[in-house]
């Protein structure tokens, strides 16, 4: 009797779980979406940080387009340490 049922119904079977399984993956895109774009979120005032810390590197200590400082007092100079 199942193994009927299942013959004369076979395609509609499969069909049926072919969409469940695509109803799944997309909630579950959507749900990964928002959390990488919370994410994201959470992470740009580091990177604005970030960005002005490489720039201040690169222009502290610059005489003539030469380095005058090593890396160490560079980075020690735009984190806030000496005067």
Not at 3 to 9: L, W, Y
């Amino acid at each position: 009797m199942q193994k009927e049922f299942f013959d004369n119904n076979k395609y509609l079977i499969c069909a049926g779980l072919s969409t469940l399984s695509l109803v799944f993956t997309s909630i579950s895109i959507i749900s990964v979406s928002k959390s990488v774009k919370e994410i994201s979120a959470d992470l740009e005032p580091i990177s604005t940080w970030a960005d002005s810390q490489n720039e201040c590197i690169t222009k502290t200590f610059r005489i003539d387009g030469k380095n005058t400082q090593g890396m160490p007092s560079k980075v020690w100079s735009c984190n806030g340490g000496g005067q």
